[in-house]
């Protein structure tokens, strides 16, 4: 089983809907990201989450809200989904590896392909 | 010059052919590096870890020069699965405590 499920994996829905992005870990990491991804720009951070108390706006929160729910889920909400919000989100998780305190690194998940009409 | 920055390529090579590129990064405290993969649709992976001034792994070495704040990914005798997209990876700030920034990563096309 993969360590890092994203739900559903693909979406098609409307402008203005309010649609929510799932994922789970089984990793035992506290460290959960949200990114999308889009032709020519690469990975952008959405929200961040250090633990259950913890969540962090990215470089490009606006019009997105998270909840992490419990340590191994952290959801991703589109509160009104627009066209420009089209894109291939990925959740990742991250944990200390032992040793130093930089030998971290990050596992995502399959990734969720949503289209907003 | 940007967080993260990576020549997008494409760079055509033959099979069996020796490749290599640059990363550039711009915090200058910056600890450790890496090198993510990711194929069409797919997720990133990670590829290889940077501490100190280089890793070699199989077929792939990456090294650092902190000096010039750059980090390369070199392939040796490159086969058509090393095809991908290769995402230079630095912390972001510098400690990795928030994250990490990506590069918009180089496109590889190994040709038979």
């Known amino acids: 089983d993969a360590d890092v499920t994203q739900t559903p994996r693909n979406r098609i829905t409307k402008t203005g809907k309010r649609i929510m992005l799932e994922c789970s870990q089984t990793?035992?990491?506290?460290?959960m990201y949200w990114y999308r991804q889009d032709p020519g720009l690469g990975l952008r951070l959405i929200y961040y989450?250090?633990?259950?108390?913890?969540?962090n706006k990215g470089e490009i929160s606006d019009g997105y809200s998270v909840s992490r729910q419990a340590q191994a889920k952290f959801s991703l909400s589109l509160e009104s989904a627009i066209p420009n919000q089209t894109a291939l989100y990925f959740c990742?998780?991250?944990?200390?590896?032992?040793?130093?305190?930089?030998?971290?690194?990050?596992?995502f998940g399959p990734g969720t392909r949503l289209l907003v009409l | 010059r940007k967080e993260v920055e990576q020549d997008p390529g494409p760079f055509n090579v033959p099979e069996g052919a020796t490749v290599a590129f640059n990363c550039t990064y711009s915090?200058?405290?910056?600890?450790?590096f890496f090198w993510y993969r990711q194929d069409c649709r797919k997720e990133p992976k990670l590829l290889m870890s940077?501490?100190?001034s280089g890793n070699e792994d199989g077929r792939f070495t990456a090294q650092l020069n902190r000096a010039s704040q750059y980090i390369s990914l070199l392939i040796r005798d490159s086969k058509l699965s090393d095809s991908a997209t290769y995402l230079c990876?630095?912390?972001?700030?510098?400690?990795?405590?928030?994250?990490?920034?990506f590069g918009k990563g180089t496109h590889l096309i190994i040709q038979p």
């Open positions: 990742a998780t991250s944990g200390w590896t032992g040793g130093s305190p930089y030998q971290e690194t990050q596992y």
């Open positions: 990793k035992g990491h506290d460290r």
């Open positions: 989450s250090f633990d259950v108390k913890d969540i």
């Open positions: 915090n200058s405290a910056s600890q450790s």
């Open positions: 940077v501490y100190s």
């Open positions: 990876v630095v912390p972001t700030r510098g400690g990795g405590a928030d994250g990490l920034t």
